[in-house]
Antibody, heavy 120, light 108 residues
Framework: QVQLVESGGGVVQPGRSLRLSCAASGFAFRTYSIHWVRQAPGKGLEWVAVVGDDGEAKVYADSVKGRFAISKDFSANTVTLQMNSLRTEDTAVYYC?????????????WGRGTLVSVSS | ETVLTQTPGTLSLSPGERVTLSCRASQSVRRSYLAWYQHKPGQAPRLLMYDASTRATGIPDRFSGSGSGTDFTLTISRLEPEDFAVFFCQQYGNSPVTFGQGTRLEMK
């Protein structure tokens, strides 16, 4: 069955970096785009970034553009979110999710999330 | 960006009841590209509906979605104990993708 498992969350100081991973299994990894979505404490969900099925196309939310980088590792069936210059407002649970069919940006499978806390 | 407002914020109902959740967009959602998700604590969110009214694979037919333009609804015809959770909507017709704040459905 389709599984997405996030890892790499933790506590980090403002200005530092953190790398999140999303391990994918149970589907043809090469044929799906993968998204990251986050939820800050007490807030709604916020879309963060997407990487295309071929690993080339990448789109970011304005709030993370220039600081975060998304990538696909086809040898490990993993999507990585490299987060640099972290800010306190980046504190959130980060979810990875598989994009739906026909390049529509609904998300048909999600992971359980990993918590990132940015604090001094 | 398209702001999605979900009402009510919290609902307390009993199994067997019918419920309709609302998701209103600040501008028209292109092609009715709206999805609904169910989220229980500690679990992965689950896709219920996409394209406003298409049930995702494996979703029971007591769930139905409707709407277009700026007004969308998710209806659960007869609540089962496992349905109680947070429900949130997402629009993917306009850039950027945005989500509603969620409606918490509690068991009375």
């Amino acid at each position: 069955q389709v599984q997405l498992v996030e890892s790499g969350g933790g506590v980090v100081q403002p200005g530092r970096s953190l790398r999140l991973s999303c391990a994918a299994s149970g589907f043809a990894f090469r044929t799906y785009s993968i998204h990251w979505v986050r939820q800050a404490p007490g807030k709604g969900l916020e879309w963060v970034a997407v990487v295309g099925d071929d690993g080339e196309a990448k789109v970011y939310a304005d709030s993370v553009k220039g600081r975060f980088a998304i990538s696909k590792d086809f040898s490990a069936n993993t999507v990585t979110l490299q987060m640099n210059s972290l800010r306190t407002e980046d504190t959130a649970v980060y979810y990875c999710a598989r994009e739906g069919q026909w390049s529509k940006w609904y998300l048909d499978f999600w992971g359980r999330g990993t918590l990132v806390s940015v604090s001094s | 960006e398209t702001v999605l407002t979900q009402t009510p914020g919290t609902l307390s109902l009993s199994p067997g009841e019918r419920v309709t959740l609302s998701c209103r967009a600040s501008q028209s959602v292109r092609r009715s590209y709206l999805a609904w998700y169910q989220h229980k604590p500690g679990q992965a969110p689950r896709l219920l509906m996409y394209d406003a009214s298409t049930r995702a694979t494996g979703i029971p037919d007591r769930f139905s979605g409707s709407g277009s333009g700026t007004d969308f609804t998710l209806t659960i015809s007869r609540l089962e104990p496992e349905d109680f959770a947070v429900f949130f909507c997402q629009q993917y017709g306009n850039s950027p993708v945005t989500f509603g704040q969620g409606t918490r459905l509690e068991m009375k």
